[in-house]
């Protein structure tokens, strides 16, 4: 059992950490998008391109510590896993949005 010391200790270590997520940004399809409105009702959608098969995939601004809550809730209310993908900045974020629609088919 840990003592009264100890756990002061990680309480106050657990919200440190909270108070340091970073804000990261995510592209996220429509589905999972709408799942972390609801987890996050002040993120806003920076900029939106629908793919070659139709769906709609968004660049975000999320708390890094929202992460595995979205995980969570797209694994069980879409039944899969991811839904995301994280990039380092803006700019790869941006750039991983306007690049092909679709793979390009392979070449012999």
Known sequence: MLKPRQTALLVLLGLAGAAQAQPVWISIGEPAYRLLLKLDSKVESRQSRRTATGETVRLV???????????????????HCGGFIVHGNLQQARAALSGPASPRPATR
């Open 61 to 79: 601004r999320v708390d890094e510590a929202l992460l595995p809550r979205l995980s969570d809730a797209i694994h069980d209310n879409l039944r």
